[in-house]
């Protein structure tokens, strides 16, 4: 089974961008669900996570205030929504799920969908 993130593409510094995840898995709906991003060069680092009711949730400090992650049980779906993008923003995002105890540590990740920011 695999998550299959969408969305991403070329935008420009201040524009907003809402990525989407699907995920056909069977325990999904009492999974936490995570979005992580890589940029050339870098180490994989997590943007948000959601908890499987959705009431919890963690953003890093770099998105904070700017993205907001949140999750539709019913359909299997889960969001990050991005405004005030900066080109530090550009990476490759990775939707993942079923957290596994370390912070990109996930059971099953998807594809990735890529996001460039031009300043």
């Known amino acids: 089974v695999q998550l299959h993130a969408s969305g991403g593409g070329l935008v420009q510094a201040g524009d907003s961008l809402r990525l989407s995840c699907t995920a056909p898995?069977?325990?999904?709906?009492?999974?936490?669900v995570a979005w992580l991003r890589q940029a050339p060069g870098k180490e994989r680092e997590p943007v948000a996570v959601?908890?499987?009711?959705?009431?919890?949730?963690y953003h890093a400090d770099s998105v904070k205030g700017r993205f907001t992650i949140s999750r539709d049980n019913a359909k299997k779906m889960v969001y990050l929504q991005m405004n005030s993008l900066k080109p530090e923003d550009t990476a490759k995002y990775f939707c993942?799920?079923?957290?596994?105890?370390?912070?990109?540590?996930?059971?099953?990740w998807g594809q990735g969908t890529e996001l460039t920011v031009s300043s």
């Open positions: 993942a799920a079923q957290n596994l105890g370390g912070p990109t540590q996930f059971g099953y």
């Open positions: 959601i908890s499987w009711t959705g009431a919890i949730t």
């Open positions: 898995l069977r325990t999904f709906s009492s999974s936490s």
